[in-house]
C-alpha cells in the first residue's frame, strides 16, 4: 500500500490548513515534510498524509500533569 500524495488545497479540505499557510510554514522551515517534484519558484508542492499525521501527533499538547 502506497502513501497517499496530497495537493496544498487536499491539505486545506482534510485538514483545514489554507495553502499559504503551507506556503508560509515551508518558507519558514516549519510545518509537515513535503515533496517538490520540481525545482524553482513553480515547482509543484505534495505532502505524504503519513508526513501531515505524524507532525500533528509531534504538535499534540497533552494537558494535565505535573507542568501545565
Known sequence: MTDELLTPRQVHERYGFSPQTLANWRWCGLGPSYI???PGRSGR???RRSA???WLTAQTVTVGGDAA
Do not use: D, G, L, N
Open 36 to 38: 517538490k517534484t520540481s
Open 45 to 47: 508542492v505534495k505532502y
Open 52 to 54: 501531515i499525521e505524524a
